[in-house]
């Protein structure tokens, strides 16, 4: 059976997903291949640790062939139809291979309805019992960790990702580079290659503090900047839209500033959110415009149930938006619709400045004023243009926007 045909029988189901199998048939097909090219006492030595098998003569480890889903035959007591992760099998060689991730071992009753044994102990009396004189069992494991009484050896995925970067040489173009290089990405994507930071990471970290520290002065500026706006718009400001500390995955490190609610819902419970001050991260929906680019932000965020944003509503947003950068001192604001699966819509209407465009204004000076004017400016139209009535007359543009959302008002 082919590879890809040895895939295909594996299928997700509730209790199990076919990850360790898909490593044990990707493993396998490697190590065909890597025998083929003679490299199999190299990995057994280095990998999996198997000395005697590596000094195996030559020809019997070219002679070498891997079995998945390998049956134990009748006479092996409990052991019998039971089924190794991988075996390999040559002249006087047998080898078992047992792969876990993070599943337990599974236990089976003795043939005296007693005791209960696990797979490794197993698989170990089944290897005891056979002729060839040149045998091991291994486990390879991610997270599993080995009974406690077991004595024999251990390997983890991360070794072999380590031997297939660090050790590995195939010839290019072969199939056994496609497949060692699709192995370890393989094993990179379910973060089982182990923990490595690199130099410019380590020596990053006192700036990564300092940039946090700055967000949370900018976010200071930015609630203290909508305090004031509040303050100073007075009776105008929408009475329903009350101060917020922000929760959730709308705060730090995601987020830094202040928010207002209506009726000072919690930020995670509430389907309107007036923001004001700095995103470093995806928050829900709403981020920063460019990947890994903090930026300054005055905006609304409205998430909508159910259903398609409605040609009134969308005809709404635009008109808000058109009134905002209408006003003195506050253009570029712009509307963002995300699209969900299985909800409404997410609509963001904000004016950004990202910390690159801050730095750049300040020419090395203090970030402070560049920022609250930026805020106060932006604070000061939305909650103006939020307290008017809109083109209809039906209701203020707050109450409009917040009926969008679907939730009770």
């Given at each position: 059976?082919?590879?890809l045909?040895?895939?295909?029988?594996?299928?997700?189901?509730?209790?199990?997903?076919?990850?360790?199998?898909?490593l044990?048939?990707?493993?396998?097909?490697?190590?065909?291949?890597a025998?083929?090219?003679?490299?199999?006492?190299?990995?057994?030595?280095?990998?999996?640790?198997?000395?005697?098998?590596?000094?195996?003569?030559?020809?019997?480890?070219?002679?070498?062939?891997?079995?998945?889903?390998?049956?134990?035959?009748h006479g092996?007591e409990?052991?019998?139809n039971?089924?190794?992760?991988?075996v390999?099998?040559?002249?006087?060689?047998?080898?078992?291979?047992e792969n876990?991730?993070?599943?337990?071992?599974?236990?089976?009753?003795?043939?005296?309805?007693?005791a209960?044994?696990?797979?490794?102990?197993?698989?170990?009396?089944?290897?005891d019992?056979?002729r060839?004189?040149?045998?091991?069992?291994?486990?390879?494991?991610?997270a599993t960790?080995?009974?406690?009484?077991?004595?024999?050896?251990?390997?983890y995925?991360k070794?072999?990702?380590?031997?297939?970067?660090?050790?590995?040489?195939?010839?290019?173009?072969?199939?056994?580079?496609?497949?060692?290089?699709?192995?370890?990405?393989?094993i990179?994507?379910?973060?089982?290659?182990g923990?490595?930071?690199?130099?410019?990471?380590?020596v990053?970290l006192?700036?990564f503090?300092r940039?946090?520290?700055?967000?949370?002065?900018?976010?200071?500026?930015g609630?203290?900047?909508l305090?004031?706006?509040?303050?100073?718009?007075?009776?105008?400001?929408?009475?329903?839209?009350?101060?917020?500390?922000?929760t959730?995955?709308?705060?730090?490190?995601?987020?830094?500033?202040?928010s207002?609610?209506?009726a000072?819902?919690?930020?995670?419970?509430?389907n309107?959110v007036?923001?004001?001050?700095?995103i470093?991260?995806?928050?829900y929906?709403?981020?920063?415009?460019?990947?890994?680019?903090?930026?300054?932000?005055?905006?609304?965020?409205?998430w909508?149930?159910?259903?398609?944003?409605?040609?009134?509503q969308?005809a709404?947003?635009?008109?808000?938006?058109?009134s905002?950068?209408?006003?003195?001192?506050?253009?570029?604001?712009?509307?963002?619709?995300?699209?969900?699966?299985?909800?409404?819509?997410?609509?963001?209407?904000?004016?950004?400045?990202?910390?690159?465009?801050?730095?750049y204004?300040?020419?090395?000076?203090?970030?402070?004023?560049?920022a609250?004017?930026?805020?106060?400016?932006r604070?000061?139209a939305?909650?103006?243009?939020?307290a008017?009535?809109?083109?209809?007359?039906?209701?203020?543009?707050?109450?409009a926007?917040?009926?969008?959302?679907?939730?009770?008002?």
């Amino acid at each position: 059976m082919g590879f890809l045909s040895q895939l295909y029988r594996y299928r997700q189901r509730e209790q199990r997903s076919p990850l360790e199998d898909y490593l044990t048939e990707a493993l396998a097909e490697w190590l065909r291949h890597a025998t083929l090219a003679e490299e199999l006492a190299a990995i057994v030595d280095k990998v999996f640790q198997f000395d005697r098998v590596a000094r195996a003569p030559a020809n019997d480890l070219l002679a070498v062939r891997w079995e998945t889903q390998h049956v134990i035959g009748h006479g092996h007591e409990s052991a019998t139809n039971k089924r190794p992760d991988l075996v390999g099998r040559g002249p006087d060689i047998f080898i078992i291979i047992e792969n876990k991730t993070r599943a337990p071992f599974t236990v089976h009753l003795d043939d005296d309805g007693v005791a209960y044994t696990d797979q490794l102990t197993l698989y170990q009396r089944y290897l005891d019992k056979r002729r060839e004189t040149i045998k091991g069992i291994v486990l390879l494991t991610y997270a599993t960790l080995p009974p406690k009484h077991w004595m024999g050896s251990v390997c983890y995925w991360k070794e072999v990702a380590r031997y297939l970067s660090q050790t590995h040489r195939p010839k290019g173009g072969s199939a056994l580079a496609f497949m060692a290089s699709n192995l370890l990405a393989l094993i990179k994507d379910q973060n089982m290659s182990g923990t490595r930071i690199d130099l410019a990471d380590i020596v990053a970290l006192p700036a990564f503090d300092r940039l946090q520290e700055g967000m949370r002065k900018l976010g200071a500026v930015g609630l203290k900047s909508l305090s004031e706006s509040l303050k100073s718009a007075g009776d105008a400001v929408p009475a329903e839209l009350q101060f917020r500390k922000p929760t959730g995955p709308l705060s730090p490190p995601a987020f830094f500033g202040g928010s207002l609610t209506p009726a000072a819902r919690a930020t995670t419970d509430s389907n309107l959110v007036l923001l004001c001050g700095v995103i470093a991260r995806p928050a829900y929906e709403l981020m920063p415009a460019h990947t890994g680019l903090p930026d300054l932000i005055v905006g609304i965020g409205i998430w909508k149930y159910a259903g398609c944003l409605e040609p009134e509503q969308q005809a709404l947003l635009e008109e808000f938006v058109r009134s905002l950068s209408d006003q003195l001192g506050s253009p570029n604001w712009h509307l963002t619709v995300h699209e969900r699966d299985s909800y409404g819509p997410v609509i963001e209407v904000s004016s950004r400045l990202s910390l690159m465009d801050v730095h750049y204004l300040a020419k090395g000076g203090d970030w402070d004023d560049i920022a609250s004017d930026f805020f106060h400016q932006r604070c000061e139209a939305m909650l103006t243009i939020l307290a008017s009535v809109t083109g209809d007359g039906m209701a203020t543009m707050e109450k409009a926007l917040h009926a969008i959302t679907g939730e009770d008002i």
